[in-house]
């Protein structure tokens, strides 16, 4: 499994998606630093009980649009690479099974995403300093701010994955993706089963890790669902 | 008896309610260059691709190195190279970063890219991305990917498709070199007799997914037997003077045809003509082409 995400690995060279990747955490943490920039007596009364929190949570709103957004690029821009000189055909014949292709870019673009998590992390954190909200910021906050969206958005991961490799044309891959980016920001009064409400960690429970696990145990189906549909359809 | 290296029995593929391939049965010895001829859309390129595992025969069983296919797939692929159709690649990425991304997978030592390289000859090439190579550099790129696993069975679908005339020559030298070189059995595809012919050992033509020749390109050669064509006037007179005599011959547009017939007879059918004063014009060999016969074989069909 390591040969195939090397070689994966080798194919993103030069790829304009590690700018992606950097480019949304530095985004989010931009718009925030412009936010509080403009706002920053308005925010800092608001919250003032627990200023990191208020970061927490303004960045947090911003990184679920964006993560959902970013997801739905990196998985096309995955496929597109072995799409363009139709090199499934090259890759397929070689002696690696079919399932061990589909799990290595479905761990590519879950790899990729994670860096940006954790890069989104990194530059809150930052910016809560320059703010000057403190040293004793709360790492677990901010844990749970990068990483809870990313395990709730693993199912339009395994999605994407799915859509964008099994057809050729990208543009229904990415209008579900976009489509999905607008429903889940508008998704707070939906129903808690609803996977778009997932990444935003509203749940009448009240708890966030739900919405996580929950976003993690429906990506895992679906990309059980697509590793077999893969696997069983023949190679264009 | 030579060992068998691919053995497809009853080899089908429906689409739709159309069979692409219908009962293909394939027989490949060892250290063969097979040439595997057809029209464009005979279903050449979709037996390849079963023989690799891209797509699911319908029906039959196909047998690689003694192995069935759907069991032990990635066994078989292990020792199987291949080209299907035109050149896949990643043109961002230079040719030896292109090899690398299939050689991590092969297992194959790192040595080996700098091997293929020169086989194929783009080892001044190796540090360019490869979307700036001509067809016939991809084309050459692909071939190196093939030879990547040290394969003993390469399979090369129109190999030398779109390519100029030197860059087709480059290639069949290439093919031609490898089962001498490195002991390596070929099964390369083409809708170009003349390609076939100047390369391939044995020979499989194909038509509307069915195959209707497979032999040694020797007896293939074989059935271009000669015709002698004799030019008189009154043809209808001599020919049916001919037939009263004995002789197995033909009438048409006006000359006289004979075939498969021996030197002493010819002289004899000659003598004969000119003692019963039918001026003779002409006496002519016609050797019939091998595209005669293929078109003969495919109906006619064209695709040459």
Request: net charge positive.
């Amino acid at each position: 499994m390591l040969k195939i995400l090397a070689s994966d690995l080798i194919k993103m060279k030069r790829k304009i998606i590690w700018l992606l990747i950097f480019l949304g955490p530095f985004g989010v943490a931009a718009l925030e630093a412009v936010n509080f920039g403009l706002r920053y007596e308005y925010l800092t009364k608001e919250y003032e009980k627990d200023l990191w929190g208020g970061l927490i949570n303004e960045a947090g709103f911003l990184a679920t649009p964006a993560l959902m957004l970013g997801l739905t690029l990196i998985a096309s821009m995955i496929a597109s690479i072995e799409h363009q000189t139709n090199a499934w055909k090259q890759l397929l014949a070689l002696p690696v099974s079919k399932l061990r292709i589909f799990t290595g870019k479905m761990l590519l673009a879950s790899l990729l995403l994670l860096i940006s998590s954790t890069l989104l992390l990194i530059f809150v954190l930052i910016l809560g300093l320059v703010l000057k909200f403190g040293s004793d910021f709360p790492l677990l906050g901010l844990a749970k701010m990068a990483y809870y969206p990313y395990l709730a958005s693993m199912t339009f991961i395994a999605v994407q994955i799915w859509l964008s490799i099994s057809m050729k044309n990208q543009a229904i891959p990415l209008t579900v993706g976009i489509l999905g980016t607008i429903l889940s920001l508008i998704s707070f009064r939906f129903p808690d089963w609803l996977p778009w409400k997932w990444p935003l960690l509203e749940n009448s429970w009240g708890d966030p890790a739900y919405s996580a696990l929950a976003g993690l145990a429906f990506g895992i189906v679906i990309y059980f669902l697509g590793a077999v549909d893969f696997t069983r359809k023949d190679v264009n | 008896m030579k060992e068998t290296i691919i053995k497809t029995s009853g080899l089908s593929k429906k689409f739709g309610t159309r069979y692409a391939v219908a009962n293909v049965d394939l027989h490949i010895p060892r250290g063969e260059i097979y040439g595997f001829l057809g029209p464009n859309g005979a279903g050449k390129t979709t037996t390849i691709r079963m023989l690799l595992g891209l797509a699911k025969p319908t029906n039959g069983t196909i047998q690689i190195f003694g192995k069935d296919l759907k069991k032990e797939k990635l066994e078989v692929l292990k020792r199987v190279g291949s080209l299907v159709e035109y050149p896949s690649y990643y043109g961002h990425l230079t040719a030896r970063e292109n090899l690398e991304a299939i050689r991590i997978l092969l297992d194959a030592p790192k040595t080996r890219i700098d091997e293929v390289l020169s086989i194929v000859r783009l080892t001044r090439e190796a540090k360019r991305p490869v979307k700036g190579f001509s067809l016939g550099m991809k084309q050459r790129l692909g071939i190196a990917a093939a030879l990547l696993g040290n394969p003993e069975l390469l399979i090369l679908d129109e190999p030398t498709n779109g390519l100029d005339p030197s860059g087709i020559l480059e290639i069949r030298e290439l093919i031609k070199s490898m089962p001498k070189e490195h002991g390596i059995t070929i099964l390369v595809s083409s809708h170009l007799l003349s390609e076939i012919d100047l390369m391939a050992t044995q020979v499989g033509i194909i038509s509307k997914g069915r195959m209707i020749f497979q032999d040694s390109i020797e007896t293939l050669r074989r059935r271009s037997s000669s015709n002698i064509v004799i030019k008189t006037d009154e043809a209808e007179e001599a020919w049916k003077l001919l037939l009263s005599k004995g002789h197995n011959a033909e009438l048409e547009q006006g000359r006289l045809q004979l075939s498969n017939i021996s030197d002493h007879e010819i002289s004899k059918v000659i003598a004969e003509l000119v003692e019963s004063r039918f001026p003779v014009y002409r006496v002519q060999e016609e050797k019939k082409s091998l595209e005669d016969i293929f078109l003969e074989l495919t109906g006619g069909e064209g695709g040459l």
